[in-house]
């Protein structure tokens, strides 16, 4: 120490020990707090909610007749002749435009088969001399089970594309050696009366971590 | 000096204050900065640390390789996984075609991929990003990968997933220095995660962006690991290598189809050996307007091939 630094008397004593004191603890909590880790570590990102299992069903959205008997569900609606008479086909109604009027009993359908209400007859499909059947045009009586030539019968690209394994959902194994490919049928996806597909809610998008701004503003 | 002495006497002096601190502050700091060794909980087994090439593993090798990987994951899951090492079949090359005509953007291949892959939730890791595009162009400039709609498809736009487009000259297996990445004769380009350095010079070579890198350590929650695991495939990944899509080579190589395509909603998606010519791809090459190797001018030869219906 050089003797000409000058010391204020009245602060040598006392007052510097507790100075002192006071630093050393403060270093010392510092120094705990700084062990302890609460600095130095990078705060831990948004919490990310795993997705909603729904998104992964690999299940069809529809049952067709087939899945229907073969789950052994209520298919009492399907009992034609319970309501309507034998040997009498039902009449099919239009309004003014044209429009197919769809009886109350039968209100759960939706008429929507083919642009502008083209193919709005029943008996296009269905078999009017037997209500439990389809028909084809060229005469051909197909049970409900099995309606895929049928829709064939118009859709014929799309057929050929289905036989071949382009067109529809296709699981199981894709070496047939290994295992069995399922095929599903037109009707496990499309709804006859209404054949274009839904839309349907997406499952979330990527989380935006690295996203600086909102991603919305990116729309053409 | 009397004065000083008169201190130190009483108490310490100023150096011996400063010293004892500056003794005191750099101890806590070296510990501090040891602290992150706490966490290293796993650390590397001199096993995997001495294990060789995958390429020069013998079968043995390779056994106790896999043994070793079911040890370590029942150890941090709880979970009894089934590791395989799948090889390449004769005659086989894989293709992928993508349906823009059917696709929804319904993201629900993603999630698949992620389930069916031990991809990490937090920070979230997914191989398949949907864009979606205006109709009328093919600007990816315009595509959107963010979009939140209450309902798909929206009006006006279409839906491209994009994901490892398993190229027939790819350029990541070139810049790889350490040859972790290479074409296997199946067509699918595949990580060895345990010979990756991390340098994600491949991440930079991929025009899709299709690879990515584990920045933090992978969280997947148990009850949703999938203990069907390959060691090319979906065995969990430790954090510092790159991960992309390896057409599910744990399903593929056994036959069955990818986890994308068996959940698409549309049948958008098909998957195939190209080398068989009743096989559904090479009907869909040889009669379906396919369009489009992604970024055909980077010269990648894409086996993700994109088709429309009409």
Redesign the interface.
Known sequence: ?A?SVP?P?EN??AG??AL?VA??AA??GL?LL??A?LW?HTPA?P??P??DPV????K??RNSYSDMVGAKEDMSDYDCYACHEKAKPPPIRFDANHRIIIPKEHANIEMSHGSHDRNNLCYNCHHEANLLTLQVRDGRELKFDNSTPLCGSCHGP?YR?WE????????????A???AISR?ACVN?HNPHAPH?P???????????R?AVA??A??? | ?P??D??SD???SRRS?LRG?AA??GL??L??SL?PLRELSDFTSTEEFLQKYYKELSPDEMTKVLQRIERDVQRQYGIRPHVRDLKPMDGVEFVYCLNLTRC?????C???C??ENNQS????I?YI?VLKL?HGSLDLE?A??????????EKGFFYMPVQCQQCENPPCVKVCPVNATWQESDGITVIDYDWCIGCRYCEAACPYWARRFNFAKPQI?KE?LNPEMAYLGNRPRRQGVMEKCHFCIQR?R????PAC???????AR????ILDPE??VS??LR??RVFIQLKEEMGTSPRFFYYF?K
């Open positions: 120490m003797p010391t008397p040598s004593g510097t020990n002192l630093l050393t270093f010392g120094a700084f062990v880790d130095g990102g919490k990310i795993l997705v998104f992964l069903e690999t069809p959205w799309t594309d071949a394994g382009a067109h529809g959902r296709t699981s199981g194994h894709w070496d050696k290994r295992g599903l996806c597909i839309t349907r809610p997406p499952a979330p998008g990527p989380h935006s971590l996203e991603p919305a990116a729309h053409p | 000096m004065l000083a008169k201190t009483r108490a310490m204050f601190s005191f502050s806590t700091a510990a501090a602290s929804i953007g319904c993201r629900k993603v999630h698949a992620v389930a939730r937090n920070p979230e997914q990003r205006p315009k959107e990968h963010h979009y939140e709609a209450k309902e798909v498809p929650p949703r593929t056994a036959g069955k189809y395509l068996e959940v698409c909603p549309v049948g098909k998957f195939g050996n096989s559904e009907h869909i009669e379906k219906d």
